[in-house]
């Protein structure tokens, strides 16, 4: 029971200073002057991945290298089956009024160099260095098309406000104090560490006490629990009827979590691929991805039937892990 509530409260810390450290890192940057352009594209991106990066570099130092790519694995078909299947059931998700059909792509051939790297047996710093680049080309695109996007409205109406970035950027608020924005940074980069090594070290200890392994935990146990925010997330995206905010939400995650999440990871040492990954979870990721096809390209809503079907396929590999 311990290491349950000690997991659980390792969780907490994680998902707490994360949030911190993208309030503290966005509001010292728009201070500094730098444009929420900028700031929505690389540090509320990078912040908001943290937590699945904190408890990869945890799990490696732990010698627990099953939690650190189970994690990834698992947050990203939990992504797709539970953070979008849930809150459908809540309210309607309008994906036929977005067009993610661009960055959609972008996370499918992520997925794929993701998995092809996956069959050299394990992530080195060579794999590293590729997925870093692949994340290099998705962010110099994504920088390109709002400079072209900002320049368009210049031209249309004279100037775009930076205001309309900031409604964006739920943590912003340029006009915090210093100190105010000290302690959030203080916060988050205590707390982040603190957080993955007490969710490490206990759910490797519940793996051991239950006979199950450590990928399963990461796949299930450790891979929910970081997609908590952005579950959080879509909901009040599906209550808001801003479903790109929600679509956009778990592309954007699912390619981070692919990308720079295993790239950085490999600079604290080799992530061996266990061979369950290549049988069968790196193919239901895979599966999970394609789901997406008729939301992105035929202008299909995820409607409350969606929902259902998503949320049950998610209860369904979960059992099928557990068994």
């Excluded at 990461?218 to 579950?231: M, R």
């Amino acid at each position: 029971m311990t290491a349950w509530l000690l997991s659980g409260l390792g969780l907490l810390i994680l998902l707490l200073a994360g949030d911190a450290l993208v309030r503290g890192a966005v509001n010292l940057s728009l201070r500094l002057g730098v444009p929420a352009l900028i700031v929505s594209l690389t540090i509320v991106a990078f912040g908001t991945s943290a937590p699945e990066l904190l408890i990869a570099i945890s799990a490696l130092q732990e010698n627990a290298p099953g939690i650190a790519l189970g994690n990834v694995v698992g947050s990203n078909t939990a992504n797709i089956l539970l953070v979008l299947g849930l809150p459908a059931l809540l309210a309607t998700l309008h994906t036929s009024e977005c067009d993610s059909r661009k960055n959609y792509v972008f996370m499918l051939l992520a997925t794929v160099l993701f998995i092809g790297l996956a069959f050299c047996g394990v992530f080195n710093l060579i794999s590293g260095a590729i997925l870093l680049a692949a994340l290099g080309l998705v962010l110099w695109n994504a920088f390109r098309e709002a400079k072209a996007h900002r320049k368009a409205c210049a031209d249309a109406a004279g100037a775009c406000a930076d205001d309309e970035e900031l409604d964006g950027l739920e943590e912003a608020d340029p006009n915090m104090p210093y100190w105010k924005i000290s302690i959030y940074v203080i916060l988050g980069l205590i707390g982040l560490p603190m957080g993955a090594h007490l969710l490490v070290e206990n759910a490797t200890e519940i793996a051991l006490m239950y006979g199950i392994t450590e990928t399963v935990i990461g796949l299930t146990l450790v891979a929910v629990g970081t997609s908590l925010p952005e579950l959080a997330t879509t909901v009040m995206a599906a209550l808001r009827r801003q479903a790109d905010v929600a679509l956009g939400n778990v592309i954007g995650s699912n390619m981070f979590n692919l990308l720079a999440i295993v790239g950085i990871a490999t600079w604290f040492g080799n992530i061996p691929v266990d061979p369950e990954f290549l049988e069968f979870d790196l193919w239901v990721m895979l599966g999970a991805s394609l789901l997406l096809i008729p939301f992105v390209f035929f202008k299909q809503d995820i409607s409350r039937i969606w929902g259902l079907v998503l949320t049950f396929l998610y209860a369904l590999y979960v059992t099928t892990l557990l068994m």
